[in-house]
């Protein structure tokens, strides 16, 4: 689009609305950078205990975001394409996680998923399995509170997808699942890669829902959030740096895979964009 | 390979009640209104609407029998598809688009790239056999459709309007090359349409298809010459008129007479060509063999040197009459006029 163009179509006051908005989204990230103790930066991030955190986050949030893949595109594709009674529910159900307190989740996968809870009893008796306070206990919580990003993304592209394009699949002899891997997925594939970024984001970002039922232990259930959490405590200027990389990192992310895949190419099919 | 289909159907406000039957090689042509039914039926026959009662049978083997439970998915029927607007996969190329319905039946890669490499040279598309969907013209588009559907030797190939969505350029071209692809099937096939043109060029026989009943069949030729319908008069640019004969007069539901020449009795339909009316300002002229009936001018349509002129009232008639005698008679919308037809001009023939 044509920058000159959309901006003379562009009203003042709705102008200064934009630019409000941008300062204050940019304001924080500046005071951040303004305050950060940069002679001392390099020594806060190869910190081992940060250097741990980090990788603990990345490990934990790609988890995550493969098991809302696994779990939440054939999720997506129930609520989009299968009618049965109670459909609403269900979804509000699924995405009731994203406008809960992360605590709450955090709070009600304990009782589901603790030693004592509904499932995680068992888990315990009969597996010796243990989620709460383990790094797998991180993924399903991060999983938790992320999979619903993905889960509305990819429901909303499959609702908008002419489902002609599986009809004709079919009648050339496809079966319903040889239609889904080759006719479906490739088309909704831009957004599911948003809906991936998206829970990526999100899980990168969680903390309530890990600190209320992973715990904070370094090594195993620290993650980044909970490192600048406990360090505003003992020492801010860690916590900042910290801060720092964390939306390094998501930054990072977020724009270099909008420009690979979400940018669409000539006469490309429409794409969602993030 | 024939095609025998009882359908019972209903969608919405359609009511799809169909017999039909297709030989092998025929090509034949549904021709209706919108709404009426034809690309519902279309999915039928392809399995992705299953139908409420009746049966669909292809050489002998049913497809769909709700009254003994068979129901054939799409996939497990010998048919091509060839959708409105082609819904060619547009993350393939070409070449994937035509080898994907051997692919799907499991086909090896090198067998099915040969044979859907053999289609793309029979449709003269061997130039962009790489290329993916966006990069094609609509007639280009139309011929890979054609292609991937015909690849798997269907044994009924089905398609949806195949030509509306081409400019009129195009479509000559491509309906001439379709029409030569028809020629070598020799299954079942059905063509949706809106166009007598293509049904003309394209189908060996033509259903027409109204409010989900099939109201003629036949030539395009048999059909034309004795509308059974209002859309197909209306295609041809004829009055029809229905109504029950008794004693040279055929009388409409609404009470209307129409006098016509030796007909039997019965129900009838009642063909009035537009030429063979004429137009006077006399409204009190009466006749015994000749029509007249008095109505106001709705509608005045020139083409050329010929004048379409639309009359309400007792009967609701299309005149055709030169510009010259239009002008004569000085004729404004809303006019009171004269419609006179001799009753040797008028058609007849049992309903």
């Not at chain 2, 390979?1 to 919405?12: D, F, K, V, Y």
């Not at chain 2, 299953?50 to 049913?62: H, K, M, Q, T, Y």
């Not at chain 2, 040279?248 to 129409?258: E, K, M, S």
Request: hydrophobic fraction near 50%; charge should be neutral.
């Amino acid at each position: 689009m044509n920058a000159r163009r959309s901006g003379s179509t562009f009203p003042a006051p709705a102008k200064a609305l934009a630019a409000i908005a941008v300062a204050f989204f940019s304001l924080p990230l500046i005071g951040l950078l303004w305050r950060a103790p940069w002679s001392h930066a390099a020594e806060y991030v190869t910190d081992d205990a940060s250097l741990t955190a980090l990788k603990l986050s990345l490990i934990c949030s790609v988890w995550a975001t493969a098991l809302s893949i696994v779990f939440g595109v054939p999720l997506a594709w129930l609520l989009a394409r299968v009618k049965f009674p109670g459909r609403r529910f269900v979804r509000a159900l699924c995405t009731l996680s994203m406008v809960l307190p992360p605590v709450v989740g955090g709070v009600a996968l304990f009782f589901a998923l603790g030693r004592r809870g509904i499932v995680g009893q068992y888990l315990d008796r009969w597996f010796d399995f243990r989620l709460p306070f383990t790094t797998a206990g991180v993924v399903v919580a991060q999983t938790f509170v992320a999979m619903p990003f993905l889960v509305v993304t990819v429901e909303a592209a499959l609702r908008q997808l002419d489902g002609r394009l599986e009809d004709a699949s079919r009648t050339l002899g496809a079966s319903s699942w040889y239609t889904f891997r080759r006719v479906t997925l490739p088309a909704i594939r831009p957004a599911l890669a948003a809906g991936a970024v998206l829970a990526w984001a999100r899980a990168l970002g969680e903390f309530g829902a890990t600190i209320t039922f992973a715990g904070n232990f370094p090594g195993t259930t620290q993650t980044l959030p909970l490192s600048v959490y406990l360090a505003l405590d003992t020492n801010p200027e860690q916590a900042i740096v910290l801060a720092l990389v964390l939306i390094a990192v998501s930054f990072a992310v977020l724009i270099g895979l909008r420009d690979r895949w979400f940018a669409g190419g000539e006469g490309e099919a429409p794409r969602v964009l993030l | 390979m024939s095609l025998h289909a009882e359908i019972t159907h209903r969608l919405g406000t359609l009511d799809l009640q169909v017999e039909l039957d297709v030989q092998p090689g025929e090509v034949v042509a549904l021709l209706g209104p919108n709404g009426s039914g034809k690309t519902t039926l279309l999915r039928c026959l392809a399995g992705l609407c299953p139908i409420d009662a009746g049966r669909i049978e292809l050489n002998g083997v049913a497809l769909d029998e709700p009254s003994s439970g068979t129901l054939r998915a799409p996939e497990t029927r010998e048919i091509g598809f060839v959708f409105q607007d082609y819904t060619l996969f547009r993350q393939m190329t070409v070449l994937e688009n035509v080898a994907f319905g051997l692919r799907a039946r499991g086909m090896r890669a090198a067998e099915a790239r040969r044979m859907a490499t053999a289609w793309i040279d029979r449709v003269g598309l061997m130039d962009y056999a790489r290329q993916r969907p966006p990069a094609l013209s609509g007639g280009q588009a139309q011929r890979v459709a054609l292609a991937r559907a015909l690849v798997t030797s269907p044994s009924m190939l089905l398609l949806d309007e195949p030509l509306a969505a081409l400019d009129a350029g195009t479509r000559a071209t491509v309906r001439r090359d379709l029409r030569r692809h028809l020629a070598t099937f020799d299954g079942v096939a059905l063509l949706v349409t809106h166009d007598p043109v293509d049904a003309y060029a394209l189908a060996d026989r033509v259903a027409i298809l109204d409010a989900g009943r099939i109201v003629q069949t036949g030539t395009l030729a048999d059909v034309t010459a004795h509308p059974r319908s209002r859309y197909v008069a209306d295609l041809v640019g004829v009055n029809l008129v229905a109504g029950d004969v008794l004693e040279g007069v055929l009388t409409t539901p609404a009470g209307v007479r129409v006098i016509v020449a030796d007909a039997p009795a019965g129900p009838a339909f009642a063909v009035i060509r537009p030429h063979s009316i004429a137009l006077n300002r006399d409204v009190d002229a009466h006749s015994s063999v000749r029509n007249s009936w008095v109505g106001t001018i709705a509608e005045v349509d020139r083409l050329g040197d010929r004048a379409r002129v639309g009359i309400v009232g007792t009967l609701a008639l299309t005149a055709e009459i030169t510009t010259a005698a239009l002008d004569a008679l000085h004729l404004q919308l809303g006019d009171e006029i004269n419609a006179t037809v001799k009753a040797t001009d008028i058609d007849v023939y049992p309903a």
